[in-house]
Structure formats: structure tokens, C-alpha cells
């Protein structure tokens, strides 16, 4: 086995121990790749696996000899990037390698990026393992620049791309988007990939490139980890410089006001007209949220300040892994103190606002990416509701006026299992209209594709209630959240999906347990209205296809896929 120092230390939030001294042996493990045993913890300490084996396969042909190996072998590969990541769609807690489980890293030499310069637009060729930041970066440095992102720049790409990463941005009522630009998730601007895929003539796992086109690459294109993905071929525009302004002084009532009482108001609503680019961060037991609006500003704002790198809000953005784990325990604990807590939250931004980050100008990565893996250790649960964008308002209305109704409910019992803000984001659907492919397929697993008996949603209004992990009652919080959520947003006047990187399907202990949710829910809120080549079941036969030995299956893939 290989000296502990050959291995690429990971980053902090990733959390892994180098496993000195367990003696184990892989049966017949190609001997040119490097592997070793870790501890594996996800970024929110929920997942937790000891001795777990993690290869690093420094070539195309030692990731294939990987693969078959552990198909023949009777092993799970896991293919895995930062592991910023809630949901166990790699590994369930308690697993270790007794259950015949092998981690691959693919951010060591998986990294190439390169670009091809079109009359129009661009298409740029990258590996999975490729960070978002380092990613955009070098697009900056090209001309080019994403519509929007998720906010964290230390996501590979290829587990963006697996959970269809998304950011937050509709057109503005006079946009004119540029030719490359999409509104909805980074997995609808793929133009083509590289899959591991089994290969039924030779009986054993090769690689093979899908086109946008082709009915096989739809699962692939947001494949929850049921697939190992090697390139992608993306499109890409041309790089804008944005304008983002911070408000703290907008009560949430106002923002999320119902649309009968909306007229002339500052409403979430009005923000998306004006620009097509906002977030919601509204912490519990307060009236103020924070509110982030982006609109395209070619050139700076005489009150703005310009900025050259991202990460421009420090004071959410620098809190040590030991504090999160303090506030954590003590809010778990003295649960009587989360108003207080919740209202110093508010004070804190809102006063370091007042120094800096309150109205910043510069490229697109450089406000695109806030958020830092330094930020509190919360969990958050996640969906996506489907609604015509006039019905933004009303959907906003109605989540809001629950969640404030139902975290009132328990306070009035002494009960406060929710310590983290509430967040929202408003996005277009991956609609295959803004892919510069003709016939270009629509991701079969996207929380946000479009459905076709509701032609006239075009937008995705995405909700997440975050908290920490060990908060009392916060399991039983969700559970009812949830219950709601799917009741409300039926299919009327809006669908919800869930969140894939998120939580969701809450039982009576913890998340991804509700057996209903994850074998009825799931699968009919990706049937309904879709058509039977591309829908929940026609995908499973097609991931079944690419794997029939399930070597890219984890518990809760085989579990969501037997519905």
C-alpha cells in the first residue's frame, strides 16, 4: 500500500483522516492506482463512514480498470468531489468497508478545462473534477461568464452537474439574454458528455460519448450519482458584469405580501421584474430579511463598489468548524435563546453591511460565488415548486405564511426546532429551447424540467428551511413542513420536487426515510405530465441500461429507483 503521504490532502470541510494503521486488502485491486482507507465525513458532520477505501486514478484507463474491477468484484464505486453535500447519495452513515464500498477521487487529475471560441457563443470542455471557481475563473479569463451558479466555489463541477446545480436567475421583463446565457440549472447547458456505461457486445464497462441530441444522454445529464461522468462539453456566453445591493431594511411582509395586496409594493416579485435576480434570507423570529438583489450594470455604478475576487460577505463567511459546533450544541441545549439568536443574526449582517459588501459591481464569478465552506455547519432541507411566474407571489405567500405559522406553533410550546433562516431563490426551468443543439434532449431527473400538460410554468421557486443537525424536533418540523408542501403545491397552480443535493422524504428519525415520499412522491412528480420515453421510469430503465450491476448505486438510489 502506498505511504499516507502520497495522498492529496483534502480541504477542510471534507473532513478525512488518513487510516494508518488498518490493514486491509482489496482482492485483485489494479495495482497502478493509488488507493487508501479514510474516514469519510460529509461538510455537515451528518455522514459519517470509517475505513472506507478511496482510490485516486490518475488516468481515463485506471478509472475503466477501477470500474470493472468492483463490478467483478462485487464492490459500489462512489465517485465523489467535495462532499458539500446533505443528501447520502454516496454514502449512508455507518458504512464502512465491510459493506464492499470504494471511494474515487477524481479532483486530483480530473481537472482539464478548455475552451473553443464560436461566432456566437462558446463551448467549453471540462473534467468533473474541476472546482466551480477555478472553473470560472478560467472562463473569466476567456470573456465568459454563467447566467448564475451555486454559491459555494468549492463544488466540482461534476457534482454540480449531478444534483443539476442551479443559482438564481429569471429573464427581467426587458432582458434580452445572450446567445449561449441559460435560466435554469448548469445541467440544461450541457452539449455533450463522456459516461462510464456498461457495454453489453464486450461484456464490461467502457467509456462512451453521448450527444445533447440522443435519447440516452437525458439521464445522464442530471443523474443523482447513479452515474460516473468523465467529460462534459458545455455552452458558455459572454461574461457580464453584475451589480449586486444588499437590503435589510424591507420587512418580509412586504416581500412576501400576497399578490391581491402586492400592487406597488416592493415585493420579491417586483425585484425579479426589475432585474431577474434575487434572494431571500430571512433568519427565524425575524421581520427583515436580507434581501440580494443582482441586475446586469455593463458599467459601475457610481454608488457601487467594484470588486476583483469573490467571497465579498466575510462576516458569514469566516466562522471555524469548532464555533458552528459550539452554536450548535448550545442552541440544542438552551433552545429557549433561538429568537435572540435569530434576531443578533440580523443585527450582525445588517450593521457589517453598512461597511462593506452593501452594493458591489464586478464580473459575474466575482458576485456569483458567496459563499464559503466557513459558514455554519447547518443542515437544510430543499424543493422546487413549478409555477407560472405570475404565481411567484402567491407561492411565496403561502410558504412563508406556513413556515411562520408552524415555527410559532412549536415556540408556543416551548419548542424551537428551527434555528437557521429560511432561503429562497427563483429560477427558469431547464428548458431545452435555450440549448444551442438541435433536438437537444430535456434531463430526465432535473427538479426543475418542464412539464408538458403545464405549458405555461416557466419558472421554479426554490425553498429551503435551514438548522442545525442536532436541534431538537427539528426532524418532526420538516416532516410537517413537507407534508404540507406536497399538499399545497399539487399540481393546481404549482408542482414541488425535491431538492436532490438537500433534504427531503422526512420519517419519524431522519430524512431520505419516508418510504412514501421516496417510492410514490418522488417518482410521480417526474411523470406527471411528461412524456413515456422521458419520464421517472422510462430513466430508471435507461441508468438500468448504463449499469445493470448497480456498481454506481448507493442504499438510497436503490431505494428511490424500486418505486
Given at each position: 500500500?502506498?505511504?499516507?503521504?502520497?495522498?492529496?490532502?483534502?480541504?477542510?470541510?471534507?473532513?478525512?483522516?488518513?487510516?494508518?494503521?488498518?490493514?486491509?486488502?482489496?482482492?485483485?485491486?489494479?495495482?497502478?492506482?493509488?488507493?487508501?482507507?479514510?474516514n469519510?465525513?460529509?461538510?455537515?458532520?451528518?455522514?459519517?463512514?470509517?475505513?472506507?477505501?478511496?482510490?485516486?486514478?490518475r488516468?481515463?484507463?485506471?478509472?475503466?480498470?477501477?470500474v470493472?474491477?468492483?463490478w467483478?468484484?462485487?464492490?459500489?464505486?462512489r465517485?465523489?468531489?467535495q462532499?458539500?453535500?446533505?443528501s447520502p447519495?454516496?454514502?449512508?452513515?455507518?458504512?464502512?468497508?465491510?459493506?464492499?464500498?470504494?471511494?474515487?477521487?477524481?479532483?486530483?487529475?480530473?481537472?482539464?478545462?478548455?475552451?473553443?471560441?464560436?461566432?456566437?457563443?462558446?463551448?467549453?470542455?471540462?473534467?468533473?473534477?474541476?472546482l466551480?471557481?477555478?472553473?470560472m475563473?478560467?472562463?473569466?479569463?476567456?470573456?465568459?461568464g454563467?447566467?448564475a451558479?451555486?454559491a459555494?466555489?468549492?463544488?466540482?463541477?461534476?457534482a454540480?452537474?449531478?444534483?443539476?446545480?442551479?443559482?438564481?436567475?429569471?429573464?427581467?421583463?426587458?432582458?434580452?439574454?445572450?446567445?449561449?446565457?441559460?435560466?435554469?440549472?448548469?445541467?440544461?447547458?450541457?452539449?455533450?458528455?463522456?459516461?462510464?456505461?456498461?457495454?453489453?457486445?464486450?461484456?464490461?464497462?467502457?467509456?462512451?460519448?453521448?450527444?445533447?441530441?440522443?435519447?440516452?444522454c437525458?439521464?445522464l445529464?442530471?443523474?443523482?450519482?447513479?452515474?460516473?461522468?468523465?467529460?462534459?462539453?458545455f455552452?458558455?456566453?459572454q461574461?457580464?458584469?453584475?451589480?449586486c445591493?444588499?437590503?435589510?431594511?424591507?420587512?418580509?411582509?412586504?416581500?412576501f405580501?400576497?399578490?391581491?395586496?402586492?400592487?406597488?409594493?416592493q415585493?420579491?416579485?417586483?425585484?425579479?421584474?426589475?432585474?431577474g435576480?434575487?434572494?431571500?434570507?430571512?433568519?427565524?423570529?425575524?421581520?427583515?430579511?436580507?434581501?440580494?438583489?443582482?441586475?446586469v450594470?455593463?458599467?459601475?455604478?457610481?454608488?457601487?463598489?467594484?470588486?476583483?475576487?469573490?467571497?465579498?460577505?466575510?462576516?458569514?463567511?469566516?466562522?471555524?468548524?469548532?464555533?458552528?459546533?459550539?452554536?450548535d450544541?448550545?442552541?440544542?441545549?438552551?433552545?429557549?435563546?433561538?429568537?435572540?439568536?435569530?434576531?443578533?443574526?440580523?443585527?450582525?449582517?445588517?450593521?457589517?453591511?453598512?461597511?462593506?459588501?452593501?452594493?458591489?459591481?464586478?464580473?459575474?464569478?466575482?458576485l456569483?460565488?458567496?459563499?464559503?465552506?466557513?459558514?455554519?455547519?447547518?443542515?437544510?432541507?430543499?424543493?422546487?415548486?413549478?409555477?407560472q411566474?405570475?404565481?411567484?407571489?402567491?407561492?411565496?405567500?403561502k410558504?412563508?405564511?406556513?413556515?411562520?405559522?408552524?415555527?410559532?406553533?412549536?415556540?408556543?410550546?416551548?419548542?424551537?426546532?428551527?434555528?437557521?433562516?429560511?432561503?429562497?431563490?427563483?429560477?427558469?426551468?431547464?428548458?431545452?429551447?435555450?440549448?444551442?443543439?438541435?433536438g437537444?434532449?430535456?434531463?430526465?431527473?432535473?427538479?426543475?424540467?418542464p412539464?408538458?400538460?403545464?405549458?405555461?410554468?416557466?419558472?421554479?421557486?426554490?425553498?429551503?428551511?435551514?438548522?442545525f443537525?442536532?436541534?431538537?424536533?427539528?426532524?418532526e418540523?420538516?416532516?410537517?413542513?413537507?407534508?404540507?408542501?406536497?399538499?399545497?403545491?399539487?399540481?393546481?397552480?404549482?408542482?414541488?420536487?425535491?431538492?436532490w443535493?438537500?433534504?427531503?422524504?422526512?420519517?419519524?428519525?431522519?430524512?431520505?426515510?419516508?418510504?412514501?415520499?421516496?417510492?410514490?412522491?418522488?417518482?410521480?412528480?417526474?411523470?406527471?405530465?411528461?412524456p413515456?420515453?422521458?419520464?421517472?421510469?422510462?430513466?430508471?430503465a435507461?441508468?438500468?441500461?448504463?449499469?445493470?450491476h448497480?456498481v454506481?448505486?448507493?442504499p438510497?438510489?436503490?431505494?428511490?429507483?424500486?418505486g
Amino acid at each position: 500500500m502506498p505511504s499516507p503521504d502520497s495522498l492529496k490532502q483534502e480541504d477542510i470541510y471534507l473532513q478525512n483522516e488518513i487510516i494508518t494503521k488498518i490493514e486491509y486488502h482489496l482482492p485483485n485491486f489494479p495495482q497502478d492506482v493509488i488507493w487508501k482507507m479514510i474516514n469519510f465525513k460529509n461538510w455537515s458532520g451528518e455522514i459519517c463512514a470509517d475505513n472506507i477505501p478511496y482510490c485516486i486514478p490518475r488516468t481515463i484507463e485506471e478509472v475503466i480498470s477501477v470500474v470493472n474491477w468492483a463490478w467483478k468484484e462485487n464492490y459500489k464505486l462512489r465517485p465523489i468531489g467535495q462532499s458539500h453535500n446533505w443528501s447520502p447519495l454516496i454514502l449512508e452513515s455507518g458504512q464502512s468497508f465491510k459493506n464492499h464500498i470504494i471511494l474515487m477521487d477524481l479532483s486530483s487529475h480530473f481537472t482539464h478545462v478548455n475552451i473553443e471560441h464560436r461566432a456566437k457563443f462558446s463551448i467549453v470542455t471540462a473534467q468533473p473534477g474541476v472546482l466551480m471557481e477555478t472553473l470560472m475563473a478560467q472562463m473569466e479569463e476567456q470573456g465568459l461568464g454563467f447566467t448564475a451558479t451555486p454559491a459555494p466555489g468549492d463544488l466540482t463541477l461534476g457534482a454540480v452537474l449531478a444534483i443539476n446545480g442551479h443559482g438564481t436567475a429569471i429573464k427581467a421583463v426587458d432582458e434580452t439574454p445572450l446567445p449561449g446565457h441559460t435560466f435554469g440549472s448548469l445541467s440544461n447547458t450541457i452539449l455533450s458528455l463522456s459516461a462510464v456505461v456498461w457495454d453489453k457486445e464486450n461484456q464490461q464497462y467502457t467509456i462512451k460519448r453521448f450527444e445533447r441530441n440522443e435519447p440516452d444522454c437525458a439521464p445522464l445529464l442530471t443523474h443523482v450519482g447513479g452515474a460516473l461522468i468523465l467529460e462534459v462539453q458545455f455552452q458558455a456566453g459572454q461574461n457580464q458584469r453584475l451589480r449586486c445591493q444588499s437590503f435589510t431594511d424591507i420587512p418580509a411582509d412586504e416581500l412576501f405580501a400576497p399578490p391581491e395586496n402586492a400592487k406597488e409594493k416592493q415585493t420579491l416579485s417586483y425585484f425579479l421584474d426589475k432585474s431577474g435576480r434575487a434572494e431571500i434570507i430571512l433568519f427565524p423570529f425575524t421581520k427583515t430579511p436580507w434581501l440580494k438583489v443582482w441586475s446586469v450594470a455593463p458599467t459601475k455604478p457610481a454608488s457601487s463598489v467594484e470588486v476583483n475576487a469573490p467571497y465579498n460577505y466575510p462576516f458569514s463567511d469566516n466562522i471555524s468548524s469548532t464555533l458552528s459546533d459550539i452554536a450548535d450544541n448550545i442552541l440544542a441545549n438552551f433552545p429557549l435563546i433561538t429568537p435572540l439568536v435569530g434576531e443578533m443574526q440580523y443585527q450582525l449582517t445588517h450593521a457589517a453591511l453598512q461597511n462593506y459588501g452593501k452594493d458591489i459591481w464586478g464580473w459575474s464569478k466575482n458576485l456569483l460565488l458567496y459563499v464559503k465552506p466557513t459558514t455554519l455547519r447547518v443542515t437544510a432541507n430543499g424543493y422546487a415548486v413549478l409555477t407560472q411566474r405570475t404565481n411567484i407571489q402567491l407561492v411565496l405567500n403561502k410558504f412563508y405564511a406556513q413556515w411562520q405559522g408552524l415555527i410559532q406553533h412549536y415556540a408556543n410550546q416551548g419548542k424551537y426546532p428551527i434555528n437557521g433562516p429560511l432561503e429562497v431563490r427563483v429560477t427558469g426551468l431547464d428548458d431545452p429551447a435555450e440549448v444551442i443543439h438541435t433536438g437537444a434532449t430535456v434531463p430526465s431527473l432535473s427538479a426543475i424540467r418542464p412539464r408538458l400538460d403545464h405549458p405555461e410554468w416557466d419558472v421554479a421557486v426554490w425553498l429551503d428551511v435551514l438548522t442545525f443537525p442536532e436541534t431538537p424536533y427539528a426532524i418532526e418540523f420538516c416532516h410537517q413542513f413537507e407534508q404540507w408542501l406536497f399538499n399545497e403545491f399539487d399540481g393546481s397552480y404549482a408542482s414541488a420536487r425535491v431538492e436532490w443535493s438537500k433534504g427531503w422524504a422526512y420519517g419519524s428519525h431522519t430524512a431520505w426515510e419516508n418510504k412514501e415520499i421516496l417510492t410514490k412522491t418522488i417518482p410521480a412528480s417526474l411523470t406527471e405530465g411528461l412524456p413515456a420515453d422521458n419520464n421517472w421510469t422510462s430513466t430508471v430503465a435507461a441508468l438500468q441500461k448504463h449499469d445493470p450491476h448497480h456498481v454506481f448505486r448507493s442504499p438510497l438510489l436503490d431505494t428511490l429507483f424500486s418505486g
